[in-house]
């Protein structure tokens, strides 16, 4: 175990409880997420920060219906506590939703979680001692990285490209890793339209990804909470497809209903979800049977298939507006331009830090998520997440032209306090061309 | 930390990823009660095992009202994810619930989580290392020791008599564990109707409790899910009400409105409560949005105090129903005559065996919940806790008299296959009469 206790940002003089805190509570930080969240809320500001669907999306009226049928159907089954497990019907449907992606399992091995976050923290809490090591997509998932940091594991990142994950560097990773006499309890990744960087993990590298995994004991967490979010053709089978003993799969209906209702779920290797299902009990008794049966319900009852095809077309059009906005205001950066999900990852020159010119941002009433915030190891200076999942298209166009005038600002600032000017003496190598439009 | 590892209980040989488990997994077994919530469900079966409030006596058209107002006036909000410390105009109508036991806050202070539940996971996770010290009453509530031994504390217990926890028990503990060099971390209490002895602790000892947790550094964790449903007078005021800077108080929707909604929350020290936030961010983002506005609407339209009354009423009666057919069936047994809350606290003779004795109690119809399930030590061998809130007083009356056929049939058991009579030999010395109903 580590000898580290809460720095001062975690806690100090004025708390009389400051010396009692776990060793672990000293990896609670505040994210930079969380502090753009309330930035995020003022509605002049256009948002391309947070992860919210758009629940407007969703013909309200059906799901009011869903409602008032399970309050009248089942009300006292709805209210009442429930099993650990999930209920069993809703176990069912879920597979069903599952096998759009290639999985076929047995509603037994479902566990159902309070969103597939809380799946994320139990599995976390089942695997991780002080020290083990978790694997990841560089950059990744935030709050993944909180609860990996929140249970002391050590996170080390995969290097990515267009492709996903490349396998190289997971085995670089792993040799070196094993090397240092560290314990890797699991790779975490979220193959289809990664979050943060847009990008999927191509079906040739799924394979050499399992295959890897399997010859070194290493579990695979898989989380997918946009693999049906697909813009055109889907992505590649699921992992659990394909590897049933060696993949936790977390799955969630945040993105293809409503996240209001705080239902996801774990598929998991049998004597896994035993243990799942004896850590959902303890940390929450039952996750909510009303939000359970009325998802139930939605599912039983209402095309949603269709609306997921709804969801995509909003996301598609919102996306397009976003690379077409990027094109015309920032055309000498690079970003990827996913195939589905929430997510653009955009790249700035390499002396631009996206985390000192935020403030600036605000100013500009345009909100986004520094990339330092998806790596655990201060990767992501120059990095920026953009999400385009909430705002309306127009308002995307709005928010990336304000951006243009954020960096343009940045680079006026750098010129004016250096002699010779940033761009002879710091220009990125990836960045070969003086950006016109940034003069 | 400890060097344990996985019991065979907990894992085997056919499961590939038994070595990977965190030590602290070892901890996770399936307790007692939740077998019995399988058996408890069949139909035929009087269950006086379980904790299901009476959900049957909240009028579920207003709550249907209260669903269909939010969804229209506020479905965008209710649908989507929202703060980690919950919504603030509920986290204001918390303050009102308080109030009623005295509790004087600001709503900066509380944070709402899935179930009183979990706000007891996210505190044990913030102040657990291994082999740190609980306190808690002996018998306490059987889910929050499974928390603590996830986290790989040691739960040490206090004695308890009909006034509730013993100061001169708390203070000999703490003086003998801070004597072998432990960390008390926190004192878990149900002061009010105490799950499972039904007792209340008094007033003067709420101050002594409180002077004594003061003197020696120790946080106070006061669990209140039934302070609310008394039978006739309340209890003394919340320890809350006293200590502000010591006291984390958990407080719960789910016995005075319902379960199935999975809200609950903590009222905490300023410090702690921030910590509070995170943790709670990092496991669930955010509680249910949905879950929370139904619960707000309710409380805002509905005369819920009278519907507090109306539980008070179920309760009592079924209280009443229990204790009348255990004075009729089993007179000479002890057991604790509640004033409020959901149980009752019954000792056998000292030869029987509670636990041992389920499966014949299964067989005869009626479940109960073994002693041994509330203590950490091994303790309550013979005793039961016996639930009246989910059982209508018929059921109740058939329960014990079934119970009393159990009770019946062990000591023809034991006079069988003793040569001299159990009662001669192995008399419990708080039994002086040899019991006639039981012969």
């Not at 089942?126 to 609860?147: C, K, N, R």
């Not at 990744?189 to 394979?207: D, H, K, M, Y």
């Not at 690079?334 to 403030?359: E, I």
Request: glycine share 8%.
């Amino acid at each position: 175990m580590s000898s580290q206790k809460p720095p001062s940002s975690a806690g100090n003089n004025l708390d009389p409880w400051y010396a009692n805190y776990a060793e672990r509570t000293a990896g609670l930080a505040a994210s930079e997420v969380r502090a753009l969240f309330a930035v995020a809320s003022r509605p002049e500001v256009v948002s391309l920060a947070g992860g919210m669907p758009a629940v407007s999306a969703l013909p309200q009226e059906l799901v009011i219906e869903s409602m008032n049928r399970v309050m009248r159907e089942q009300g006292s089954v709805a209210l009442q506590y429930g099993s650990g497990q999930g209920v069993p019907v809703l176990r069912e449907q879920i597979l069903d939703v599952m096998a759009m992606e290639g999985i076929r399992a047995s509603a037994d091995d479902v566990v159902v979680t309070t969103g597939s976050q809380h799946a994320l923290e139990l599995v976390t809490k089942l695997f991780i001692d002080p020290g083990d090591v978790v694997l990841a997509e560089g950059p990744s998932y935030v709050t993944a990285m909180v609860i990996f940091r929140s249970f002391q594991a050590e996170t080390h990142h995969v290097a990515m490209d267009a492709n996903g994950m490349i396998p190289e560097s997971l085995r670089e990773n792993i040799a070196r890793l094993k090397a240092l006499g560290k314990k890797i309890k699991f790779l975490y990744t979220i193959p289809s339209f990664q979050n943060p960087a847009g990008v999927t993990l191509s079906w040739e590298r799924r394979l050499e990804v399992l295959q890897i995994a399997k010859e070194n004991g290493i579990l695979v967490l898989e989380d997918n909470p946009y693999g049906l979010l697909h813009f055109d053709a889907p992505p590649p089978p699921a992992l659990r497809s394909v590897e049933q003993e060696g993949v936790i799969y977390l799955g969630t209906f945040s993105k293809t209903l409503a996240p209001g209702f705080r239902v996801g779920w774990a598929l998991a290797p049998h004597a896994i979800r035993e243990k799942l299902i004896l850590a959902n009990e303890a940390a929450v008794l039952s996750p909510s049977s009303f939000s359970q049966l009325v998802i139930s319900e939605y599912l039983d009852t209402i095309d949603w298939r269709a609306q997921v095809d709804r969801f995509r077309g909003v996301y598609r059009e919102r996306k397009e507006a976003m690379i077409g906005a990027l094109t015309e205001y920032l055309p000498n950066l690079q970003w990827t331009d996913p195939d589905g999900g929430f997510y653009v990852w955009l790249t700035l020159p390499s002396y631009l830090d996206s985390k000192q010119m935020l403030p600036r941002a605000v100013k500009e009433l345009v909100a986004y998520t520094p990339g330092t915030a998806f790596y655990a190891d201060g990767g992501g200076r120059n990095n920026i997440r953009l999400s385009f999942c909430y705002p309306t298209p127009e308002a995307i166009r709005v928010g990336i032209r304000r951006l243009q005038n954020v960096i343009n600002g940045e680079l006026d600032l750098l010129e004016t306090f250096s002699a010779t000017g940033p761009l002879g003496t710091a220009r990125d190598r990836n960045f070969s061309a003086p950006p016109p439009n940034l003069d």
